[in-house]
């Protein structure tokens, strides 16, 4: 089992930025990719973000590219991401989810075996 809980999320305007934060706790110790996704009301939950294990491969939905960016820390065991620019069309529950069978990362959200409870993040124009 695997444990997630995200932090950061709030309100901002657009423009602004926000760093989300995930940290991941109990069976940590193997090596496995991690993505970011997020849901707006009343639409499906879509990928925002991945990185592999080793940080050195990086996935972005097309929305995203240029103003996210996802990192890791893995001795911290906390995966991030730094949102600029924002939008309020980027409004959503953000959420980290976890891949324990993969090092790589990968978009499609049936792949990731945990997930956190969410974090909402608000931009007002």
């Known amino acids: 089992q695997v444990q997630l809980v995200e932090s950061g999320g709030g309100l901002v305007q657009a423009g602004g930025s926000l760093r989300l934060s995930c940290a991941a706790s109990g069976r940590t110790s193997g090596t496995y990719a991690m993505g970011w996704f997020r849901q707006a009301p009343g639409k499906e939950r879509e990928f925002v973000a991945a990185?592999?294990?080793?940080?050195?491969?990086?996935n972005y939905a097309d929305s995203v590219k240029g103003r996210f960016t996802v990192s890791r820390d893995n001795a911290k065991n906390t995966v991030y991401l730094q949102m600029n620019s924002l939008k309020p069309e980027d409004t959503a529950v953000y959420y980290c989810a976890v891949d324990i069978h993969r090092r790589e990362p990968v978009v499609s959200g049936g792949l990731y075996d945990y997930w956190g409870q969410g974090t909402q993040v608000t931009v007002s124009s």
């Open positions: 990185i592999s294990w080793s940080g050195g491969r990086r």
